[in-house]
């Protein structure tokens, strides 16, 4: 009995260890050029390697939420990577595999084809600025200028005539807040916080609080913009995030991506004409994003911009992008500068 009793012990061990057995472990995705690191322009060619004898019913094979394969059994894959988004992506394979759902991954790096073009600037106008605002936010809304400053303590949301630099209205927020971007949809502002996890929503008209909306995936908040249709939000990391305009839920992101690297800390955010300009932060250069896939397109060199405003203690770096729509012209300026630059951009 004694002996019957540890055989079944034996066995039942033996069927509770297959059962934790990791299948995963016994296929690899194996790509044609043995690298994780591609560009957009490239072919995407690999196979799926079983290293143990299985029986494979199915492989479905996706990348970025797309599928590229749907097979009955291990079969070569070729994706061409023109239509997807930059950056950090896994490629993803469910098999199944003597009945049961195996998942295994394998991540590249999806790098721009193409260099960004390099552009310097040409002064054009210089209006007064507030030098005690630390910008972190501006944009125009007709011609009037709306700007967020941060610093706990001291963080507002402002309402600017551009041209004489005064300030019209402002609105002081809990010294809790450290304020951050700003953007103007649907007759409302909306404003980042650092690192509260929250934003805040205001009327357009009287800049009377709202409503806040919470942060979910996204870590901080850094820059805001919008196309009219959606909110794009930068946040310190390589993301920047899609938010829905009516319910402000973070929807999805791009990576800010050259021909070399991923970008990160990419801070006030602008909506010019199709593309998204960023400031990098502590930078003095604004990056030009195409919004679909997250490649950089151009990167603006604002070198010497610094130099033109008043040096004091508590002076920063260039933060701050409002593009005139009606009039097309672009306005830039930084944290404690006495002076707003109108400047055109020019190719190198």
């Not at 507030?130 to 011609?143: C, H, K, P, R, V």
């Amino acid at each position: 009995m004694r002996i019957f009793n540890s055989l079944a012990i034996i066995f039942l061990a033996i069927v509770f260890m297959s059962c934790d057995e990791d299948l995963s472990k016994d296929f690899k995705i194996i790509f044609q050029s043995n690298s994780k690191s591609f560009t957009n322009s490239d072919l995407l060619s690999g196979s799926i390697k079983a290293l143990k004898d299985h029986e494979v019913s199915s492989v479905e094979i996706k990348f970025q939420n797309k599928i590229i394969l749907n097979s009955t059994g291990l079969e070569a894959f070729s994706v061409d990577l023109s239509e997807f988004k930059l950056g950090n992506h896994d490629l993803k394979v469910n098999l199944k595999v003597n009945g049961e759902k195996v998942e295994v991954s394998k991540s590249i790096k999806l790098l721009s084809s193409i260099p960004p073009k390099l552009y310097t600037y040409e002064i054009v106008n210089i209006y007064p600025h507030d030098i005690s605002a630390y910008t972190q936010g501006l944009e125009f809304y007709g011609d009037t200028l709306y700007e967020s400053t941060g610093q706990r303590g001291e963080s507002s949301l402002r309402k600017v005539d551009y041209k004489t630099g005064e300030v019209l209205n402002k609105m002081e927020l809990d010294q809790f807040y450290f304020g951050e971007g700003l953007t103007i949809l649907n007759n409302k502002i909306y404003q980042l916080t650092w690192q509260s996890q929250e934003g805040l929503v205001y009327d357009l008209q009287t800049m009377e609080l709202l409503n806040k909306f919470a942060y979910t995936d996204s870590k901080e908040g850094w820059g805001l913009c919008n196309n009219e249709k959606k909110l794009f939000k930068s946040d310190g990391t390589d993301k920047i995030w899609t938010l829905n305009s009516e319910t402000l839920e973070e929807e999805g992101y791009i990576q800010p991506t050259t021909n070399k690297m991923i970008l990160n800390q990419l801070n006030e955010l602008e909506w010019v004409e199709g593309k998204i300009y960023a400031n990098t932060y502590q930078k003095d250069g604004v990056v030009i994003i195409n919004p679909d896939h997250g490649g950089v397109e151009g990167v603006i060199d604002f070198r010497g911009l610094r130099d033109k405003v008043k040096q004091h203690s508590k002076l920063d770096v260039l933060n701050g992008i409002a593009y005139h729509k009606a009039s097309k012209r672009l306005f830039v300026t930084g944290k404690n500068w006495d002076k707003l630059f109108e400047v055109k951009i020019l190719g190198k």
